[in-house]
């Protein structure tokens, strides 16, 4: 048996999404059954544990105990690690030499507006945002200051980066078994965030070489069985950041699309021999 997991919130917002993965392993007579992580506890079940487990939300330590026993976690718990904290992403990923916006971690208990190293105006990021939300245009110092008081900023952690050249623009690269499926160009004439489901326009893109190296060099890096690589626009193309749970809206609003017929063919190669 295989796993489909999902946290409540995660499931209640993409359910047609969800359908749409367990019918695809029906039709290709694989099993797979849905848990929700808020009820589900594989050491506590009166049955062997899943021989793969479809991560589609954040639980890197279930992921990591699920491992330790051998099952086979898409995607792995280092990937939920690194990937869902922004402030880890940038550590790892610019420790390797790939190119990344300024970034700083930025407490609002201790943080003095006047050592901020770059000018304004900056992007004010929470370490766990997905999907554009808690991402803030932060314009001079007094805004930053005004956004301390909000008791919600000050009970997460936040990174702090300069505005890129190019706001309201970005790409995001689908990768499955840590190949590139397709690219997406996202455009908002009416925020800094070009995000899909902030309303954003999309179109098919063609990455050049610049663009396919970065790519190339997180997957290197890091191997990614089913995400989405987000590359944003300043002097040059820069790693903006990595989308673990990553959403598909854009392959199913009138594309041809279909990237779980790829991403299936991957997992019957990457679970052969764990009993599927």
Not at 213 to 222: D, F, N, P, Q, S
């Amino acid at each position: 048996m295989n796993i489909l997991l999902y946290d409540r919130p995660r499931f209640q917002r993409n359910a047609g999404f969800a359908r749409m993965i367990l019918d695809k392993f029906e039709q290709n007579h694989l099993p797979l059954e849905l848990r929700l992580a808020e009820e589900w506890c594989p050491e506590a079940e009166d049955m062997p544990l899943p021989s793969a487990v479809l991560m589609r939300c954040v639980r890197p330590e279930l992921s990591r105990r699920l491992e330790e026993k051998g099952v086979r976690v898409l995607n792995s718990s280092r990937v939920s690690e690194i990937c869902n904290d922004k402030w880890r992403t940038f550590e790892f990923f610019s420790s390797l030499g790939i190119p990344m916006m300024p970034t700083i971690q930025w407490r609002p208990d201790a943080q003095e507006e006047k050592c901020v190293p770059f000018s304004f105006p900056c992007v004010l990021k929470s370490t766990d945002g997905h999907g554009g939300t808690e991402v803030f245009r932060i314009n001079s110092p007094q805004s930053l200051r005004k956004i301390k008081k909000d008791p919600t900023i000050c009970a997460k952690k936040w990174i702090l980066q300069p505005m890129c050249a190019q706001p309201g623009r970005d790409v995001r690269v689908y990768c499955v078994g840590n190949q590139i499926y397709t690219a997406m160009l996202r455009r908002s004439t009416s925020d800094f965030r070009s995000n899909f489901s902030l309303g954003g326009s999309f179109s098919p893109y063609e990455l050049d070489a610049e663009e396919e190296k970065i790519v190339a060099c997180v997957c290197e890096a890091l191997p990614l069985d089913f995400a989405g690589i987000d590359i944003i626009f300043d002097e040059r193309p820069v790693l903006n950041e990595i989308e673990d749970v990553v959403g598909c809206r854009m392959l199913y609003s009138g594309e041809t699309h279909d990237i779980l017929d790829v991403f299936l063919s991957f997992f019957k190669k990457s679970v052969e021999g764990r009993g599927v």
